[in-house]
């Protein structure tokens, strides 16, 4: 049983519960007010019955005359009025069908009460001119034959009109909430791998299905990125290892062609050496980022100073670009040392921050490369900012695209693998790499990573 009918049957039946509830409480509170009522006006009768017989005999004509002006005749009434000295409680209960318990609560308590299917009995004593007298009022209850039975049919017909009205607008109201689900699994179908920019659209009146709504959109994102940095990833990966296996197999293709020298043979062959290099180098590059993927599966985590780290990724540069000038600015610094921890592995964040400083150093010419270092609460924030030639504005959205390189790199050497290896190990470490340039004016490279608490 899907939702929506579970929700028709549910408000159906917690509705229908509480009418059923309603409706008893109703139907036998009147039921019973209708007893006690119908008693009092036997008990009335009994009293009026007993002024005019005993008390005003004289007028009885007119007495009767008012009576049955103003107090309605019930079915089979009969009263009966007997001299209390000389009743016989047994041979009066005989005589009018009753229980001498009946009778003997009238001696008793002065008024009794009894009923026998639909016949009702109500006793008082009366007392007038020093005698003690017993009065019977008896009649079938009209109420609860004709009324009750009236009031329990229009209960149930009530019932079964309610129970179509709730069922027709718990069915309206279950169309109307799942009204938005239905066109977000209808728009769901038609998202498929190709046409993954399609998105759903975000609902304004309802905050959890806007929730959802986004959360899938976001995943949406996700996926694309990630459906569209394998296949640039697979068709770079093929054009930069296809390079060097061509160059190699077209080396020795001619270098076979015909007898050489023995320096022409070195020449091919060195040749052949600086291409497999290249390849192997390639290989080892597509392996670290395969590795450093967003698994999260680093071998081992450590208390890091990051400040220690920014120093030794300077020496690091330095080694490999000797004439590199790096500024390092650690006025920002806390008094609390222990706010420069990081927790994370040591040599893939310090591979990070060297492949940032050497792409400074290389793309600006060598000139200044500035580094900050500052603390906030919860993130540790180190600035890496160079003046060299930028990355095109239409270029932007590609630099974290496996082996892609800006198009005014054409005279510096590189692969295109540090800027997305730098940022799988920053989002391994739960950072955030960020990357702000302008073509000719500089870029500047914003790592953000969690204070170790």
């Known amino acids: 049983m899907n939702t929506r009918n579970k929700i028709i049957l549910s408000l159906t039946a917690l509705v229908l519960v509480y009418i059923l509830i309603f409706c008893g409480f109703i139907y036998f509170s009147i039921e019973n007010y209708s007893y006690v009522d119908f008693y009092k006006r036997l008990e009335i009768r009994a009293v009026t019955a007993a002024k005019i017989e005993l008390e005003h005999r ?47 609560e009238i001696l008793h308590r002065g008024k009794g009460f009894y009923n026998h299917e639909n016949t009702y009995f109500s006793g008082i004593q009366y007392e007038t001119q020093g005698k003690n007298y017993l009065v019977i009022a008896s009649a ?114 001619v270098t076979l062609a015909k007898q050489r020298s023995e320096e022409e043979y070195r020449t091919a062959l060195g040749n052949i050496l600086e291409d497999a290099e290249k390849l192997s180098k390639k290989t080892e590059a597509l392996l670290l980022l395969a590795h450093t993927g967003f698994n999260g599966k680093v071998q081992k985590f450590e208390d890091i100073r990051i400040d220690e780290l920014i120093l030794e990724a300077e020496q690091t540069t330095h080694k490999i670009y000797p004439n590199a000038q790096i500024h390092i600015d650690f006025d920002l610094l806390p008094e609390a040392s222990e706010k420069l921890n990081v927790k994370g592995n040591r040599q893939l964040l310090h591979m990070a921050v060297s492949n940032i400083l050497l792409n400074a150093c290389k793309y600006s010419d060598f000139k ?46 590189g692969y295109g693998i540090g800027l997305p290896l730098s940022r799988n190990v920053i989002q391994m470490h739960k950072g955030i790499l960020s990357v702000f340039s302008a073509e000719n004016e500089g870029t500047t490279v914003e790592i953000k990573l969690p204070v170790c608490k």
């Open 58 to 104: 004289q007028d009885r004509d007119i007495l009767l005359e008012i009576r049955q002006d103003f107090l309605e005749k019930l079915p089979d009434e009969k009263i009966n009025i007997a001299d209390l000295s000389g009743v016989d409680p047994r041979a009066k209960a005989k005589k009018l069908g009753v229980p001498v318990s009946f009778i003997e």
């Open 368 to 413: 200044e490369v500035r580094v900050a270092l500052g603390v906030s609460d919860d993130n540790i924030i180190i600035m890496i900012k160079d003046k060299g030639i930028g990355i095109p504005k239409q270029e932007m959205q590609y630099i974290y695209d496996p082996f892609f390189r800006a198009s005014n790199t054409g005279k510096y050497h």
């Open 140 to 253: 079938e209850n009209y109420y609860n034959t004709h009324h009750n039975a009236y009031l329990k049919n229009l209960l149930l017909a009530a019932l079964l009109v309610s129970i179509l009205i709730i069922t027709f607008f718990a069915y309206l109201f279950s169309k109307m909430v799942f009204r938005p689900v239905k066109n977000i699994i209808d728009k769901m179908r038609e998202i498929s791998s190709e046409n993954m920019h399609l998105r759903l659209e975000v609902p304004k009146n309802n905050e959890e299905l806007k929730n959802l709504t986004l959360t899938f959109n976001d995943m949406l994102n996700r996926l694309e990125t990630s459906f569209e940095t394998q296949k640039n990833f697979i068709s770079n990966a093929s054009h930069e290892l296809n390079t060097p296996l061509t160059s190699i197999m077209g080396e020795a293709d």
